[in-house]
């Protein structure tokens, strides 16, 4: 790679092409002419292929809509330039030097194209899985308004199951892990005093393959023959025999799974490699240990959801037997291959949120974590255990007997690691000086809803309440209480904390305040009646049911629909102050931490001088406690390679 | 910590302990366990409910206690003094957890080792799901739709599915187990109660997975000895209907006579109006041909979603009882 | 590969820009997102041994036998298949400490041998696809079957599109004994692909 160009003074962005370089450059215009390409690519090559090796018919509609959802996907990236620098490396070329052009976003526009700043993609990942947020929400509201009277009013059973399917995936893959990644992309590199993420030409990557996935899920909505409806577990056979929406069920997910592998893979290097002279282990902040154990998890988990989909398809597409029981497949297979991954994916979905509760309840309160260790080791507790509790899904599915008493023990086990959490929270709290912010406010939120959704959690681990309870509205309450009354409370929360780093303005308090007001009253009204009617005899994912659950259905819908307003009033804060709100100080909180010790928003390379952390990140109170010096001398010397590279 | 607080402390726990074990004693969160298995399953669920009290009591009263008492002044730039940490009351805090769920693994274990207990001579009776109907067999061979069981005896279900996974569960009963194709599960039940119970399908097993119910009925043992002795008079009505019922029709059509309401597919109560429409013949062949071959005509409005397994499913002499029974109701 | 591209331009900025990046772990980032990258290519597999699991151990084979009555494994011919894979993870090893030593026709010739050797049992592979009397669609062995060898013939595809950029640049000049990342990152993946696929030969042949 001696053959590097180094061009010296290539700061600003290149020169604009011009006439037919328009096409050629890396942009939304090669977009609209290398995806129709790759389109076709990925029609020739079934076809051609299935030519050649003899086989009928030659057109085969699942199979090409399956390779379909391959290569248009890369004909998209490819011309949206997220693999210039690599084609040019692979094919021998002189590669361009980081120029940074692709760093930081002078205007809206950039964000709509290719950029390697963790910044820049940190906002498209926020911003992007936002979208999705409202979208599937949307879902959400238009089947509770079907399930407001028992009977079919507005959709077929058909629509409904496609609108709760695509209600979770959504959420799930599209937005709350997504969202974690995203918000993870731009304070992590600050945290631990980097300049940005370990590649952040694959951190590109990894953002653009979400809009890319969420795009397939929605499109397999609108299929002929209908969408996926197989719910988002997408249990075999059943889900084999779906509808042509189901393949874009499957690759969805591939793609957003991808994407978060690649995130998390980053996170860890990043983590592992480039943190600031003196930042330990355990003076890292806990956003950060959060993000860590949660990137293992990813790394670890992550590939077996993509082989559960692969098996599904292939029993579909290719009239494979993996789970078919007439060709000695085994039906059960599935569910423990999709539960390996996602029970810890419901980890996943938690821990990050874990760590920005830690982070904004020490400033919030202005003390130091209680038991900061305990807390980083607790993470880990879980991590491990999370691995050994996938088989508590499966309580009611005729698995091998012997099993249920283990895995009902190694899931309730793992309330002690989080009780440690919650716990010490609540420890540091005590005796501390609070200050009721928004942010705040969805901490607490937080902690009283997730022990509300935990201790269902406990209800279901005990098998012969979870042989009453499964698959009942009773589920469906615990799903909320964890996902939305925890993991959203801590995005809402992050999202409010960092607002004034990200955008270098600050959101108006009491219209904060009253999103959060409304978002948890309106919150508990929908979800807290949902445990009464499951116990009773509601099952989940039917579009009409018995006729006594018919007024509290219908009080849920309404009260759901309040839920859904809540969110108008945060998007018009964050919109309104996005645009206009009052300038941010660089730590408006008063932060230790270093993503907060730089301007608002960070200057283009986050730090001019690599700090140098001396202390911890949580040292409110202590006198003359410093976390970090910045702008210090260079240390001397500096380690530009690590030793063994090159 | 102050002796003051503590008093508040603990008087906040209280109130929201009160106010919890209100809650759960004013609302009827369990129907009526109608069986030994759901009644030690409703134990578990109250011995649960106790403990989640007092863990959710202690932290909403520290919760409440901290917003009330440390809260900063507007102008209050201070810090909290720098505690970092206290190991003794983490190990308290991670043992006493510990105790409750092992406490609570114990009592689950024992009820379900319990729970699987079928006796000696327990009645035997196969359940097979299928989209989207029930099907049980008594031990001398004769099925039905609904179940019927004998109040008091061990009844030991052998369930399994013909196509996809569905799940039986009856709410009162508390017993649950997936149908699983091409494998054999088992529950036990022993009901307590005479009464007719609602059976629900709770796994999501296609389009009409809302409407595939059926009920138990719970005979006095000298009823279900007649009622066995009488060869089942569970389907009363004309032939067609157990047919109709047998093979979940019902969870995509309505059709009056059979009480179905379904709306996966056409209205069958339409059906003699449907067949001049789709002008396929005489309505018993286009009836007929709409169950065997569905494909063949898709009604204006629809897809092809009715399954196409019904014409070897059904043996011939069913079909025409059900056909039959289709033309006289339409 | 793309771990390569990027340590080398943090580490060689002479201009202006970003302050130099301060490593905080001796292993280099591009070593160890490969090997991260491996693990979870490693659980991807074991998806594949997990449901290889479930169909042959719990659910007892096909109806008891596994692999099924009539259908033949061609154990012989992979078992030459394996020796040519595993003998380009030595042509593999030569090339990477050719170049560490400045031997550069070394490492030409490592590359294009690694590259046939493992050309020659991808289309061995595929030969043997089209012989092997059975298809996709027969019994949960056939899936198996061919999920697991297929699974690993793409990564041999993959890992053969890594080698053929690896020997272009070769060839080109674009190593050097102190800048040969690339060669030594797609080496790694090289060895898993091979490491991997004795274990899927073991099983699927074998056991
Ligand atoms: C963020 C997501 C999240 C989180 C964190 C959890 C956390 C937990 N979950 Fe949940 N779960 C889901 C998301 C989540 N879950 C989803 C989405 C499903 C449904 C999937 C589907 O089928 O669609 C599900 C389903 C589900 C089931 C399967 C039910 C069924 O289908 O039959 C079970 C069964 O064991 C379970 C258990 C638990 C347990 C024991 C925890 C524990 O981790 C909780 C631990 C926390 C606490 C206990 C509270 C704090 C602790 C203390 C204050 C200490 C003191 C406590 C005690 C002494 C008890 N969950
Ligand atoms: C993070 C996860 C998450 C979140 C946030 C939510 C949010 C909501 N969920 Fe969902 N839900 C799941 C995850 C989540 N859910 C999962 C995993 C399942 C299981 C699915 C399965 O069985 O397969 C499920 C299932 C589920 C069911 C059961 C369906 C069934 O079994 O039949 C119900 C029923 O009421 C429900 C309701 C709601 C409601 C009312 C909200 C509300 O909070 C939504 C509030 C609304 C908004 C936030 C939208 C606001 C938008 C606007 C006001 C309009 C703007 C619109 C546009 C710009 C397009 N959800
Ligand atoms: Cu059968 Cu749901
Ligand atoms: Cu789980």
Redesign the pocket.
């Known amino acids: 790679m001696t053959d590097v160009a180094h061009a010296h003074d290539l700061h600003a962005a290149p020169p604009a092409p011009t006439g037919w370089h328009r096409l050629t450059a890396a942009g939304w215009l090669r977009v609209l002419w290398v995806t129709p390409l790759f389109f076709g690519i990925g029609v020739a090559l079934p076809v051609l292929l299935r030519w050649a090796a003899d086989w009928h018919p030659l057109w085969k509609g699942s199979v090409i809509l399956t390779v379909e959802l391959v290569t248009t996907p890369i004909g998209f990236l490819a011309g949206l330039g997220v693999f210039d620098y690599w084609a040019y490396y692979a094919s021998g070329r002189p590669t361009r030097p980081e120029d940074h052009s692709g760093h930081g976003a002078h205007s809206w526009r950039d964000y709509f194209h290719v950029n390697t700043d963790h910044k820049v993609i940190g906002i498209q990942y926020v911003v992007t899985t936002f979208f999705f947020f409202l979208v599937s929400g949307f879902f959400a509201l238009l089947f509770r308004a079907e399930l407001a009277q028992p009977g079919d009013q507005y959709f077929n059973p058909q629509t409904f199951n496609v609108l709760v399917s695509d209600h979770?995936a959504l959420m799930?893959f599209l937005f709350i892990v997504p969202v974690f990644a995203g918000l993870g992309n731009y304070v992590i590199p600050l945290m631990i005093g980097a300049g940005d993420m370990a590649f952040p030409r694959l951190n590109a990557l990894s953002f653009w393959l979400l809009p890319i996935g969420g795009a397939i899920l929605i499109t397999g909505m609108v299929m002929p023959g209908g969408g996926p409806s197989a719910?988002?577990?997408c249990y075999a056979p059943l889900c084999s025999h779906q509808p042509l929406g189901q393949v874009f069920f499957n690759m969805g997910v591939q793609w957003a799974g991808t994407s978060s592998i690649m995130t998390a893979l980053n996170f860890l290097v990043t983590i592992i490699t480039m943190r600031a002279p003196g930042m330990t282990f355990w003076r890292m902040p806990l956003l950060v240990w959060a993000n860590f154990t949660t990137s293992l998890l990813v790394v670890i988990a992550t590939p077996f959801i993509a082989g559960s989909q692969f098996f599904v398809l292939f029993d579909r597409v290719l009239h494979t037997n993996f789970f078919e029981p007439g060709g000695g497949g085994y039906v059960l297979g599935y569910q423990h291959i999709f539960w390996f991954y996602?029970h810890p994916a419901?980890?996943i979905?938690?821990l990050p949120g874990f760590g920005i509760i830690s982070e904004v309840i020490a400033v919030m309160s202005r003390k130091p974590v209680f038991g900061y260790r305990l807390m980083a080791l607790s993470l880990m507790a879980?991590l491990v255990l999370g691995f050994s509790?996938w088989a508590?899904?499966m309580?009611?599915a005729g698995m091998a007997g012997w099993l249920r008493v283990p895995m009902?023990v190694t899931?309730?086990v793992?309330?002690?690691p989080?009780?440690v959490k919650?716990?010490s929270w609540l420890a540091t709290m005590w005796n501390g000086r609070i200050r009721f912010t928004t942010p705040m406010l969805f901490a607490l939120g937080f902690l009283s809803m997730?022990?509300i959704?935990?201790?269902s959690?406990?209800y279901?681990?005990s098998v012969p309440i979870?042989i009453h309870?499964?698959?009942t509205y009773f589920?469906v309450a615990?799903?909320h209480y964890?996902?939305f009354g925890?993991?959203v409370f801590t995005i809402f929360a992050g999202v409010y904390y960092w607002f004034p780093k990200m955008t270098g303005r600050m959101y108006n308090e009491r219209l904060g305040q009253l999103h959060f007001w409304l978002t948890f009253i309106g919150f508990n009204l929908t979800f807290f009646p949902m445990h009464y009617i499951g116990l009773q005899g509601m099952p989940r994912r039917v579009a009409d049911y018995a006729h006594r659950f018919a007024d509290i259905n219908l009080f849920i819908s309404i009260a759901s629909f309040g839920l859904g307003a809540s969110t108008l009033v945060f998007l018009y804060n964050v919109i309104n102050s996005w645009a206009h709100g009052p300038v941010a100080e660089g730590n408006p909180w008063r932060a230790l931490t270093l993503e907060w010790q730089v301007s608002s928003p960070p200057p283009i390379f986050n730090f001019d001088e690599i700090p140098q952390v001396v202390g911890h990140p949580y040292e409110y109170g202590v006198p003359g406690a410093k976390h970090a010096i910045l702008g210090a001398p260079r240390p001397v010397p500096v380690l530009t390679d690590p030793v063994g590279a090159d | 910590m102050r002796r003051g607080s503590i008093i508040q402390l603990t008087a906040i726990g209280l109130v929201a302990g009160a106010i919890c074990t209100a809650v759960a004693l004013a609302i009827p969160w369990l129907p009526v366990a109608g069986g030994q298995e759901a009644g030690r399953i409703h134990f578990v669920y109250w011995f649960t409910t106790v403990?989640?009290i007092c863990?959710f009591s202690v932290?909403t009263a520290v919760l409440v206690y901290s917003v009330w008492k440390f809260r900063a002044g507007p102008d209050d730039d201070s810090d909290g003094p720098p505690t970092h940490g206290h190991t003794q009351l983490e190990i308290v805090w991670t043992a006493?957890?510990a105790v409750?769920?092992t406490a609570?693994s114990i009592v689950s274990a024992i009820v379900l080792a319990q729970n699987g207990h079928a006796g000696t001579n327990p009645l035997v009776i196969k359940v097979e799901a299928r989209q989207f109907a029930w099907k049980f067999t008594y031990p001398n061979g004769t099925s039905f739709g609904t179940l019927t069981l004998p109040q008091g005896r061990h009844v030991k279900l052998d369930i399994t599915a013909d196509d996809v996974i569905h799940s039986f569960w009856v709410p009162q009963l508390s017993q649950k187990q997936d149908a699983v194709p091409g494998q054999h599960n088992f529950i036990v039940i022993t009901p307590t109660h005479i009464a007719t119970y609602p059976v629900v399908c709770t796994e999501l097993c296609g389009l009409g997975h809302a409407l595939m119910r059926s009920q138990v009925d719970i005979l006095a043992p000298a009823d279900y000895e007649k009622w066995v002795a009488q060869g089942g008079t569970a389907s009363s009505g004309p032939p067609g209907l157990a047919v109709f019922q047998q093979n979940g029709c019902a969870g995509c059509h309505t059709f009056k006579p059979a009480l179905a309401t379904g709306n996966v597919g056409p209205n069958l109560d339409n059906l003699a109006q449907e067949a001049k429409q789709a002008n396929r013949g005489a309505l018993d062949a286009f009836i007929k041909e709409s169950i065997v071959k569905p494909q063949a005509y898709i009604a204006p409005g629809f897809t092809d979603a009715m399954p196409h397994t019904f014409g070897t499913q059904i043996p011939p002499d069913k079909l025409q009882q059900l056909v039959q029974y289709l033309a006289k109701g339409a | 590969m793309t771990s390569a591209a990027e340590t080398h331009d943090q580490g060689a900025f002479e201009h202006h820009g970003p302050p130099p990046v301060h490593y905080s772990s001796r292993v280099s980032p591009s070593v160890l997102g490969m090997f991260l990258f491996i693990a979870s290519e490693i659980m991807l597999f074991g998806s594949f041994f997990t449901v290889y699991f479930f169909d042959r151990v719990v659910n007892n084979g096909v109806n008891g036998v596994w692999p099924p009555n009539g259908y033949q494994r061609p154990a012989f011919v992979a078992g030459i298949n394996t020796v040519i894979l595993v003998s380009s993870s030595f042509t593999m090893h030569w090339a990477d400490t050719s170049i560490k030593k400045g031997n550069r026709r070394g490492l030409c010739a490592g590359m294009v041998l690694t590259f046939l050797l493992g050309l020659t049992f991808l289309l061995t592979q595929v030969i043997e696809y089209h012989r092997i009397g059975f298809n996709t669609s027969d019994t949960s062995f056939a899936a198996t079957f061919f999920g697991l060898t297929g699974l690993h013939g793409a990564h041999v595809f993959v890992g053969l599109t890594i080698l053929g950029v690896m020997t272009v640049r070769a060839f080109r000049g674009h190593f050097t004994p102190e800048h040969h990342h690339g060669i030594e990152i797609g080496g790694i993946y090289w060895h898993f692909v091979d490491v991997m696929w004795i274990v899927v030969y073991v099983t699927v042949y074998l056991l």
């Open positions: 979770a799930i719910g988002w577990t996602s419901v980890y979905m938690i879980i509790v508590h899904h309580f009611v009902m899931s309730m793992i309330a002690v989080t009780g919650v716990f997730f022990v959704g935990g201790l959690g406990i279901l681990a979870d309870a499964s698959d589920i615990h799903i964890v996902l925890g993991s | 403990i989640a863990v932290v006493i957890p409750l769920v609570i």
